[in-house]
């Protein structure tokens, strides 16, 4: 017995990954083992969302068709939280006691089976599957159900102050807990040293950047409203809601975290894809769910076919299809209450974007129109209209990602 102990513990290795800066455990594998018994004997599912990170993360350890190799160690979907010797909640910044129960739980059936070397009360590491976020499922992988002994912490409506709102706005009542646990990461297009496209009317330069971002915020308060996590991850010192036609341009936009937009492109999408991908590592625990939203206004294709908006989702990501076909439903549908026979078209497609490639969790990419062109002008320039957008994307995403 102490020496299959000793032989699991022989076999095993803690490594950082360097990919993402997040620690993963690195295991080595036996004779025969493939994926499904790998993943089997961690106790995560073959979901595809496990199957992805995984092969992001073992990348050039795998044969050529996709297969483990014997004399490779392989780093696995599962993050290793320093545990901080109180409890799992604290440890994790959670509420949630039957999540924590099962993150318990979860742990404990691995050091019990030799999967984990030891306990996580000794070796001070929990370890936490980065995608099973379906409670139920862990419960029967793990086998044990629900301890009723303990009341789970129902949140309360919680008031929030975000400055960057703007003097009006800045606190924020929650109203619904409808988005509760999701996490919103919103993108304004361009920004910075970037203005984006650059519309004219009446003698004033419209510039991209600030219409997105007014959406961008209004989307932002609608989320928070409905018990979402927000990000703004452009943000400007002084410009909150404006409820002006004409907004002022400005060039002193910089990112979440106080860091220069850099005005090379390519830079300049790395560095808001990695903020993003590091605020996910950061929070991805429990049943948080995270959702990036890009949104420009420009560059519509000037064909015969007239489309009001895009949405566009990374190639082969079913979730985000799903997330821009619903978006595009509830757009299509409160615009025809709104406005009946004027009609709206939209249009969902895939499109090769650094955003929405180099990001981790899904993203919808959204165009909502070209500045350029008078008749989306008098959309974006009301800021009436800027609010009905906002407010209809909110019902879109509480579509999609409410319980
Ligand atoms: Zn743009």
């Known amino acids: 017995m102490i020496n299959a102990y000793l032989s699991v513990l022989f076999l095993f290795f803690l490594f950082y990954s360097n990919l993402f800066g997040q620690e993963h455990p690195l295991v080595e594998i036996k004779d025969g083992d493939g994926l499904d018994v790998l993943f089997k004997r961690y106790l ?25 190799i014997l004399s490779k160690k392989y780093l696995l979907p599962i993050f290793i939280y320093d545990y901080d010797g109180k409890s799992i909640r604290s440890t994790l910044n959670i509420q949630d006691y039957d999540y924590a129960l099962l993150i ?3 742990n404990e059936s ?27 499922r862990v419960l029967t992988l793990v086998g044990k159900g629900k301890d009723t002994s303990q009341k789970a912490i129902k949140p309360k409506f919680r008031t929030r102050t975000f400055p960057i709102l703007g003097k009006e706005n800045e606190i924020v009542k929650e109203r619904t807990h409808r988005l509760g646990g999701i996490t919103f990461h ?29 959406i961008i915020l209004r989307l932002g308060k609608k989320l928070i409203q409905h018990g979402a996590d927000v990000h703004f991850i452009v943000q ?19 990112y979440l975290g106080g860091s220069a937009i850099p005005p090379d492109q390519r830079q300049r999408l790395q560095k808001r894809a990695n903020i993003v991908n590091n605020l996910f590592h950061k929070k ?13 206004v420009d560059s519509r294709p000037t064909g015969k076919k007239q489309i009001d908006i895009f949405f566009y989702y990374a190639q082969g990501s079913e979730k985000g ?31 090769n974007l650094y955003m ?10 959204i165009e909502l129109g070209n500045i350029k062109n008078f008749r989306d002008q008098q959309r974006i320039l009301l800021p009436t209209n800027r609010q009905a957008i906002a407010n209809w994307l909110c019902d879109g995403y509480i579509k999609v990602f409410a319980k």
Do not use: M
């Open 44 to 68: 995560i599912s073959k979901s595809p969302s496990n199957t992805q990170l995984f092969r992001e993360l073992n990348k050039n350890k795998l044969d050529a068709g996709g297969g483990l």
């Open 110 to 136: 691995l050091s019990k089976t030799g999967a984990k070397p030891s306990d996580f009360r000794e070796d001070n590491k929990l370890w936490v599957p980065v995608y099973e976020f379906e409670k139920e």
């Open 236 to 254: 400007d010192p002084n410009d909150g809601i404006r409820d002006e036609q004409i907004l002022n341009n400005s060039y002193d936009e910089f």
């Open 186 to 214: 919103l993108v304004t297009g361009h920004g910075g040293p970037d203005p984006g496209a650059i519309g004219q009317k009446d003698g004033n330069s419209l510039h991209e950047d600030e219409y997105a971002y007014d």
């Open 284 to 296: 991805q625990f429990g049943n948080q769910k995270h959702h990036v939203v890009v949104i420009h």
């Open 321 to 351: 299809k799903k997330i821009c076909d619903s978006l595009l439903e509830t757009i299509e549908a409160k615009y025809h209450k709104a406005q009946p026979g004027r009609g709206y078209e939209g249009s969902v497609s895939t499109r």
């Open 104 to 106: 318990q739980h979860y």
């Open 356 to 365: 929405l490639n180099n990001t981790i969790p899904p993203v919808t990419f």
